[in-house]
Every structure is written in C-alpha cells, then in structure tokens.
C-alpha cells in the first residue's frame, strides 16, 4: 500500500483559546496522532516540584529537564504522560503546575530542549496534530496548515473557569491568563499571525463551530 502523506497541522494560539479542544477534536477525525507541546513544560515542571528544585534558578531548571524522561501518549482520545515512569496526566493539570510552568517555560535553554523534542516526535509520527506556543513557527514552521487561535480574553477566562470545574477561584483564573499572557509575550509572539498562519478567532464559536471550521480548511487543497 502507498504510504499516507505527510500532514502535519499546527495550532498555536494564548491560553484558554481553545487550542487543546481543538486539536484531539481534529485529530480524532481524521484519525492522526496528538500533540500537546504545552504538556511538555508542564511535564518539567512537575518534575522540578516534585524533586524541590530552586525555580528561581535556571541553571537548576534546565539539568531536571535534561534528566527527565518524558514520554507523550499520541492518542487524542487518551493523551497519557509519563515522566520519569509516573503517569503524571492529571498531576500536570493542577493549579499549582499552571504557577510554575511560565518560569520552566522563560528558560530559553529549556525551549530549545523541548523543541528538538517536539520535532522529533512530529517527524516520527508524519500524521499528526500539535499544538502549543511556536508550534506554528518555531517547531514546526513547514506544517501544511498553520493556525493562530485567539478569543476575547473574557471569553477565555470563562473556558478556563469551566475546564477546571471550580478547582481554582476566579480571581487566580484571571491572574494565571494574565500573568501568563505576560510573560510568555517575553519570549513568545503568540499575538500576532506570523506569514503564512491563519487566524482563527473562537470568540463567537462553540467547540464543534471550531473543529468544523479546522476541518474545512484542510479538507482544501493544502501546499
């Protein structure tokens, strides 16, 4: 049999835009792998807590990320991770990881890391849908569909709010979006389409509105 083309879509876009949802939605239809870079840092993160490392040094942060096994489950129904051997899937989802992952995430060192990570995992796969800060331009800038997901910042608060099911107040909702906005602005151009990425604001569009319209876009002719 011939083997399948490669598509690779990429989806980057500020927290609480809908990235996530997005991306298994499009990857459980047309049945391509599963890519959370995101998970990743959140992943290191973890694994610095756990082991009470200084997160106010970077040297510290980048030898735990250099010594840290991760493994990413590509499976858009199941996006299991496992650092170091623990399954750390719901343990990178709470709201302690979220305060510690844009100081993981300004180690440029650490980024670089990750990024030779990512790439080598959407080069294995050749199928797949990632998605997270720079995927579009960055990690994988040839990617046949590239997409900037934004949404009104209220819009993403309440999305937030809904996803963590009342684990974190509102006001920490609202100062992890902001704060994160900010400084990740430092070292990312999350904003602003670069050449070539479509933006896509969710505002207005409920979950299956988003994934219909991702599924439009590649159901055309792609470069």
Do not use: N
Not at 15 to 35: E, I, Q
Not at 121 to 138: F, W
């Amino acid at each position: 049999m011939p083997q399948a083309r490669e598509l690779v879509i990429a989806i980057d876009g500020p927290s609480g835009a809908g990235k996530s949802s997005t991306a298994r939605g499009v990857a459980a239809r047309l049945g391509l792998d599963y890519l959370d870079t995101g998970a990743m840092y959140r992943a290191v993160s973890w694994a610095c807590m756990v082991d009470d490392v200084d997160m106010t040094s970077p040297d510290a942060m980048l030898e735990r990320a250099r010594g840290a096994e991760l493994l990413m489950g590509l499976d858009p129904t199941d996006p299991r991770v496992t650092v170091d051997g623990h399954d750390v899937t719901a343990a990178i989802r709470e709201p302690v990881i979220a305060d510690l992952v844009s100081a993981v995430a300004r180690v440029i060192p650490i980024r670089e890391l990750l990024t030779g990570q990512m790439r080598d995992i959407i080069a294995a796969s050749g199928r797949i849908v990632a998605e997270g800060r720079d995927v579009t331009t960055v990690v994988w800038p040839t990617a046949q569909l590239r997409l900037l997901m934004v949404a009104d910042p209220v819009e993403r608060i309440a999305r937030r709010e809904a996803e963590l099911a009342g684990a974190a107040g509102h006001e920490r909702v609202v100062s992890s979006i902001v704060d994160r906005d900010r400084k990740d602005s430092t070292v990312s151009r999350f904003g602003t389409p670069a050449e070539g990425v479509t933006l896509l604001d969710t505002t207005h569009l409920d979950l299956d509105e988003v994934i219909g319209t991702v599924l439009s876009m590649v159901a055309e002719p792609l470069g």
